[in-house]
């Protein structure tokens, strides 16, 4: 965007803030450019559109790190020259290296975002847009500008063209990518001095069978991950049912314990009962005794 194009800081500050508060600093700036005068750079203002989480995310990191866009970039023009040459292995390597980098640009992005927990859609929109850049042109320069509004759809790698909405330096928005298709099929991703390659059948069918590749790589290490997750799950409820058992025989051992305890301290009371019981039975005979004695030594001092 041009330096002295009015609009721009309010393209750069809407567009690099959260979302939530989008609303309330458009309504702000608005104000603030009517007030000074600038009815139609108010009215463009007014015009902007909140970016959804995930072209938020993107943002964040188009104006955090830019090399990390670059590294994008530089994919989409290497993954051209392996089309042209129809290099299998090549498009294979660059299958792997494209999802490596993609799940490292996600990463980054909600980061970037401090957004700790996406969730599964908002990461999916957030891989779309990655993907769709590398082979449309115009996704990849709105990513770079980090103003994009809504996520890009890929619709497959090198043919669909993706639907996306962006934010033009008038602060229009301008019309979909998917109508740009309607007249002309979209472009893979090159770089500005290098001419457009005419694709074969041959080249396409090579692209296509990488791509159902990639796929089927995707789907194996998906179902891995389930399987990976699915074991864990097990075995933290083996650990889970071998401790219970164990507090079980523990829980069950120390009542046990009590138990005895109690039948025998009841072993005792009974004997301390019988004991007391023995020695008031010994204390009315010593009485009794007691009592005979004294009768006698009367008996006698009477006699005497």
Do not use: C, H
């Not at 396409?204 to 990488?210: D, F, S, T, V």
């Amino acid at each position: 965007m041009p330096d002295d194009d009015p609009l721009a800081p309010a393209i750069d500050e809407l567009y690099g803030a959260d979302p939530d508060a989008f609303m309330q600093r458009r309504t702000e700036l608005v104000k603030a450019a009517r007030d000074s005068g600038g009815q139609q750079v108010a009215k463009q203002i007014g015009a902007l559109r909140k970016p959804t989480r995930s072209a938020y995310a993107i943002n964040r990191l188009a104006r955090s790190d830019p090399d990390a866009i670059g590294r994008l970039l530089e994919l989409g023009e290497r993954w051209q020259a392996a089309e042209q040459t129809v290099d299998a292995r090549q498009i294979r390597e660059l299958t792997a290296e494209r999802r490596r980098l993609i799940d490292e640009l996600t990463r980054a992005a909600f980061d970037a975002a401090g957004e700790a927990n996406p969730g599964a859609a908002v990461r999916d929109e957030v891989v779309s847009t990655f993907t769709a850049a590398l082979s449309d042109e115009s996704v990849a320069e709105e990513i770079e500008r980090g103003v994009l509004v809504k996520p890009a759809r890929w619709e497959g790698f090198g043919f669909g063209g993706p639907k996306l909405t962006l934010v033009t330096t008038d602060g229009e928005q301008a019309a979909p990518a998917r109508a740009r298709a309607d007249r002309s099929p979209p472009r893979p991703y090159r770089s500005p001095s290098r001419p457009r390659p005419r694709q074969s059948a041959a080249e396409r069918e090579q692209a296509k069978e990488a791509e159902r590749q990639a796929e089927a790589e995707r789907r194996a290490r998906d179902e891995a991950e389930a399987a990976a997750a699915r074991d864990q799950a097990l075995a933290d409820a083996q650990r889970a049912v071998d401790e219970a058992e164990e507090n079980l025989i523990l829980a069950t051992d120390e009542e046990q314990s009590r138990v005895d305890r109690v039948r025998a301290l009841e072993q005792e009371l009974s004997d301390a009962r019988r004991a007391v019981d023995e020695a008031r039975r010994d204390v009315r005979r010593a009485e009794i005794a007691q009592r005979r004695a004294q009768n006698a030594l009367r008996r006698l001092e009477r006699r005497g």
